[in-house]
């Protein structure tokens, strides 16, 4: 089974891709976006988007959905693991893969760098692909050094140490921090640059501001460069300079922020101040996550801790210890019309309004259980809770519930929640599937109808009003299940043979469903 990680890279990807897609033609149909389990990288290209996988390379148009799939039969590539992409800025798609060298796509026609042709060329992991002012790209692989391409000739460089990080600067240079070392290429010849004050050799990062100065992360510190001196900091200045995997970034006010294993600080061009220090700190290998938003409002997670906003000097942290998150795993969220955030968790639920959280549970509520597996905030701005032992209904300020003592509900544990177009509620539990109309209940389930299982995990609407409904056998995760479809009465199954599934659906329960805007599913 595909790797809940992979999973979600996998998702993400899909939904980029397939926002301008056209809707269903009349028969709805199944779009395989990929030829592999795991999604590695995504290059768009005005309507084009390249898709690299474990399985080859992949093609999409987006305004019309025509896809095609490049592996080592039919293309240039020479394996089908696709570790990295790079869009040249003269249109050329440059294609680095695990073990087969780096492909070159141009108007249809393939060149291949490997040792096919090149006994030379390293068959490694190429872990990154850059290219410089002047045109150069230039490829990594691990522990191989560095590879330049240029009008068809690939140039080795051998460089002291691993390569871990690499930039093009504003004068057509490259910058590459490696495990001994900082070093630069001018364009002809290569310059090893000592790091004043650092007693470390290792580079952990590079960044280049605005203003042209490099900033390069080394164990204990961090040092700036403006072209012709250099400038110190070190952890004494701030205990966040300690760390290592670090992500660099400039705000919109030209300050420098820096996230490690250790921290986070800010530079203001004088003054560095620690806007966050962990509690425990421990080195890793995870980088943190760093970034601005349109706001101007900076967010970062350490080591997978909580995620933190900073915000007018004030920082906020989102987790169970300083919010009013009832648990800190997550299982549904979802938003009201007033911009409210209803977050259900295994032990309650929790409502975001004016930057405060607020817990209900089932001993300030009329929530029947406090683990919540589904949300459904309905057009009408009414909020459905489903629970482990029931639905709750929440209406301005008022509490209702059902249960199968007092609703048409096959069962209490309710996992899926769907209003449709024309205003139905569709009730997924692990009993069969329930559709109420404001007036009266209709159960649906195996024995009766073509449902894949009675265990309904998902549901969704897509673009012709045809309800879709992913099941498992009875328990959350058996082997046996399926998606099926509700349209115009009838129930139809999806057999392996029309989806894109890589396991046979039988097998394996969907366990989530989307519609995007267009109405495809």
């Not at 460089?159 to 240079?173: F, H, K, T």
């Not at 199954?493 to 659906?505: A, Q, V």
Request: hydrophobic fraction near 35%.
């Amino acid at each position: 089974m595909m790797r809940p990680l992979n999973l979600i890279t996998t998702i993400l990807t899909l939904l980029i891709i397939i926002l301008h897609l056209p809707a269903f033609a009349q028969q709805p149909s199944w779009i395989n976006f990929t030829n592999g389990d795991y999604v590695t990288c995504v290059q768009v290209q005005d309507d084009t988007v390249w898709v690299g996988t474990y399985g080859g390379l992949v093609k999409i148009v987006r305004s019309t959905g025509q896809k095609t799939f490049y592996n080592v039969a039919n293309s240039g590539i020479s394996y089908n693991c696709v570790d990295c992409l790079l869009l040249s800025a003269s249109g050329d798609l440059w294609i680095g893969t695990h073990n087969g060298g780096v492909a070159v796509y141009d108007k249809g026609t393939w060149t291949l760098y490997d040792s096919t042709n090149d006994e030379a060329m390293p068959a490694r992991w190429y872990s990154f692909l850059v290219e410089d002012r002047s045109g150069g790209v230039w490829s990594c692989a691990r522990d191989s050094g560095l590879n330049c391409y240029r009008q068809s000739t690939r140039t080795v460089h051998g460089l002291p140490g691993n390569v871990q990080c690499c930039i093009a600067d504003r004068d057509s240079g490259l910058w590459v921090g490696t495990s001994k070392g900082l070093q630069r290429f001018s364009g002809s010849k290569w310059t090893s640059i000592a790091v004043a004050d650092s007693s470390s050799l290792s580079i952990d990062a590079l960044f280049q501001g605005r203003d042209g100065r490099l900033w390069v992360k080394v164990s204990g510190g961090i040092a700036e460069y403006d072209g012709s001196s250099w400038h110190s900091f070190n952890k004494t200045l701030s205990p966040a300079l300690d760390g290592n995997s670090s992500s660099i970034l400039e705000d919109k006010g030209g300050n420098i922020w820096i996230a490690t294993t250790a921290g986070v600080a800010i530079y203001n061009d004088t003054t560095w101040t620690t806007v966050f220090q962990p509690q425990l700190y421990a080195s890793g290998h995870i980088k943190p996550v760093l970034f601005e938003d349109t706001k101007g409002d900076i967010w970062f997670s350490i080591l997978l801790d909580s995620l933190r906003r900073y915000h007018a000097g004030n920082l906020t942290a989102y987790s169970t210890n300083s919010s009013g998150f009832p648990s800190n795993r997550i299982l549904c969220i979802a938003s009201d019309s007033s911009g409210n955030i209803w977050t259900g968790t295994d032990k309650g639920l929790g409502m975001y309004h004016a930057e405060n959280w607020t817990r209900q549970g089932t001993s300030n509520s009329a929530l029947p259980s406090n683990y919540v597996h589904s949300l459904l905030v309905q057009k009408s701005g009414r909020v459905l809770i489903g629970t482990s032992e029931g639905i709750a209904l929440f209406d301005n300020g008022k509490w209702e519930t059902w249960t199968t003592k007092n609703s048409g509900v096959p069962s209490d544990y309710v996992a899926a929640l769907l209003e449709d177009d024309s205003g139905k509620i569709w009730i997924g539990t692990d009993n069969g599937l329930a559709r109420f109309d404001g007036i009266g209940w209709v159960v649906y389930d195996s024995s009766a109808t073509d449902l894949a299982a009675d265990g309904i995990a998902t549901l969704a609407q897509d673009g012709q009003g045809g309800i879709w409904a992913g099941a498992s056998g009875g328990s959350w995760y058996p082997a046996g299940g399926g998606l099926t479809r509700f349209y115009r009465g009838s129930w139809t199954r999806l057999s392996d043979s029309t989806t894109l599934c890589f396991y046979p659906l039988a097998d394996y329960a969907p366990e989530c469903l989307l519609r995007d805007r267009s109405g495809a599913l």
